[in-house]
């Protein structure tokens, strides 16, 4: 079978620069692609890159699809450097594939009794705070949603501010939310132990809410100080840079890390190997999260989540609070009306 392909590169403007410790994020870049079989079915797949984050930059995936002039062999190999591509082709792909492995029950393959992608409710959906003392406001309107699990951004001004503003969310907020902190790896491994000592001493009261996890405290090449911090403290410390891609994952998981392991479907590679991985190695503690992805790529993220869960109950809170965060209408478009858009 020959597969036409078409691509088109998107920009969208964040209403809000996103601020992290690896900078200010103003605009996310990406592409659609459309595939068509010779059946004439039509399907869309996302190349969504952070190149920052281990994955190929934009231009890279640009590059490779250009290289492909315009067809695709369903067997086609992408290569290893290009996750982002191997995603969204994949994920297409998929959806053209009538039929592998028949689902038990006669449902889809990709459901999940805990959630439906098409539809989430905010309480299985972790929100996403704005960084700094901005955070003291913003989660009032986020838990009045529905939402019951936040995500702070830190790293991104000084120790002190942020531990004051911390021990005012913690003494503010319902007792049953929980709070994930995330680093970026933007912390020294001093700066790292005095936080979650903090993040310890929150934990052992039990009238405060929960923090979860700190996300990734330091670089990914501190992996040794990485295993010392998880062996330290109580509060558990999740993976999420140093994890960015498929052969990434299975390396720390090789290795023995027992935290959590932070896993964004649109930049790890083949969204079927993803599956295996997950099927094989079931490792314990695993987060799903958005990389700012359209609704294309989103949804099959989403479809990998609900599969890579299957038959496990409760799951955390899924990482993808991240709509309504641009300056247009595409999270309740259709995903031909994006790309008619894109024209
Ligand atoms: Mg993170």
């Given at each position: ?59 890279a995936a640009l590059e490779f699809c250009q290289a492909l002039a315009g067809t695709l062999a369903a067997d086609e190999g992408i290569p290893a450097r290009l996750p982002a591509t191997q995603f969204a082709i994949g994920s297409a792909l998929r959806q053209l594939d009538p039929s592998p492995r028949p689902p038990r029950g006669g449902g889809s393959r990709h459901t999940h009794s805990c959630f439906e992608p098409e539809s989430l409710e905010p309480d299985v959906i972790c929100g996403l ?215």
């Amino acid at each position: 079978m020959t597969i036409k392909v078409t691509v088109r590169p998107y920009r969208r403007r964040f209403h809000q620069p996103l601020q992290t410790a690896h900078g200010v994020w103003t605009e996310r870049a990406g592409a659609l692609l459309q595939l068509r079989d010779d059946r004439g079915r039509v399907v869309y797949g996302e190349i969504a890159p952070i190149p920052w984050f281990g994955s190929e930059t934009l231009e890279a995936a640009l590059e490779f699809c250009q290289a492909l002039a315009g067809t695709l062999a369903a067997d086609e190999g992408i290569p290893a450097r290009l996750p982002a591509t191997q995603f969204a082709i994949g994920s297409a792909l998929r959806q053209l594939d009538p039929s592998p492995r028949p689902p038990r029950g006669g449902g889809s393959r990709h459901t999940h009794s805990c959630f439906e992608p098409e539809s989430l409710e905010p309480d299985v959906i972790c929100g996403l705070l704005p960084a700094g003392e901005a955070m003291l406001g913003g989660w009032p309107p986020r838990v009045a949603l529905g939402h019951r699990t936040l995500k702070w951004k830190i790293g991104v001004f000084p120790v002190a501010h942020e531990l004051a503003w911390l021990d005012q969310l913690v003494n503010d907020l319902p007792s049953h939310c929980r709070l994930r902190l995330d680093a970026n790896g933007g912390l020294t491994a001093s700066e790292a132990a005095h936080w979650l000592e903090h993040c310890d001493r929150v934990n052992a009261n039990p009238h405060s809410c929960t923090i979860e996890h700190l996300e990734q405290p330091l670089p990914p090449d501190q992996w040794p100080d990485l295993v010392r911090l998880s062996q330290r403290h109580n509060t558990a410390i999740a993976l999420d840079e140093s994890v960015a891609t498929l052969p990434q994952l299975r390396a720390c998981h090789r290795q023995g890390w027992t935290g959590v392991y932070v896993v964004k479907p649109a930049i790890a590679g083949s969204p079927q190997q993803l599956q295996d991985f997950c099927r094989q190695c079931s490792p314990p503690q695993l987060v799903f999260s958005s990389v700012f992805e359209t609704r294309v790529g989103r949804q099959a993220a989403l479809a990998v989540a609900a599969a890579c869960y299957q038959g496990r109950s409760p799951i955390p809170a899924l990482g993808f609070g991240t709509q309504g965060q641009f300056d247009d209408d595409w999270d309740i478009w259709p995903p031909s009306h994006i790309w008619n858009q894109l024209r």
